[in-house]
């Protein structure tokens, strides 16, 4: 399975206003593996960069001057992406300025969800954590991601730390196989099964005390309150 794991930067937040791509930063991941192949490109937008997303990301008209346009790099970017699951945090943010840069290059390109499966991780960490705040520092702080090093965004940093997040959360069994992986991703023998025997002594049952389901009941009553009514312990089955 690969994916890419995708941000951007801007000259601003609106492309029906004329604003531009100024860096692409992708990670590749097979089968949740970082590669190390990965896509970066800073660009000429041909306009300026308004104050605001530059004190976000910190890039200057004068150190775009000399690189590429968005139509320069068009197809190289095509090819990395093709076939791959596209993970970015908030996408209809970068696949609206892809798209519109896209269409510059030729008016019947398709969007890029046509091109590419989209997962959403901002939706995605939303429905794990409603009513919480789901920003990639956030999410960073939720999993103990280090961010330590981004004191400004960019597209390629923001790329690698989210890759890190949805690894995190996306975390777990990754093969129902049930027989042993092996360190280049192929399948050992399946074991035998073993079973207990039946004469073995019956287990232990510790009932819990009164002030652990009081205190059982108190957790669960909080996390009722934080979630805002969502806690599916509290649901009947």
């Excluded at 029906?16 to 937008?45: K, M, S």
């Excluded at 008209?61 to 993970?87: H, S």
Aim: with cysteine.
């Amino acid at each position: 399975m690969r994916q890419v794991v995708l941000d951007t930067e801007t000259t601003g937040l609106e492309p029906a206003e004329g604003h531009r791509i100024i860096e692409i930063g992708c990670v590749e991941l097979i089968d949740r593996r970082l590669t190390g192949n990965n896509f970066h490109q800073y660009l000429q937008p041909q306009r300026a960069i308004e104050a605001g997303a530059a004190d976000v990301h910190g890039i200057t008209d004068d150190f775009l001057r000399d690189k590429p346009r968005f139509a320069d790099v068009a197809e190289d970017f095509l090819d990395y992406i093709r076939g791959a699951e596209l993970i970015i945090h908030n996408a209809p943010f970068d696949l609206g300025f892809l798209d519109h840069e896209l269409r510059l290059c030729r008016a019947e390109a398709p969007p890029l969800a046509e091109l590419c499966a989209v997962t959403d991780t901002l939706v995605l960490a939303r429905a794990l954590h409603p009513g919480q705040r789901n920003s990639l520092d956030a999410l960073c702080k939720r999993y103990q991601v280090d961010n330590s090093h981004r004191d400004r965004h960019g597209a390629l940093l923001d790329a690698e730390i989210l890759a890190d997040v949805y690894l995190a959360m996306t975390g777990g069994q990754v093969s129902l196989a049930l027989g042993h992986q092996t360190e280049a991703g192929g399948l050992r023998g399946r074991e035998p099964v073993r079973r207990l025997p039946a004469q073995r002594p019956r287990l232990l049952v510790v009932r819990a005390s009164e002030a652990e389901t009081n205190a059982h009941a108190a957790q669960l009553a909080e996390i009722e309150r934080a979630s805002g009514g969502v806690c599916v312990w509290l649901r009947e089955s």
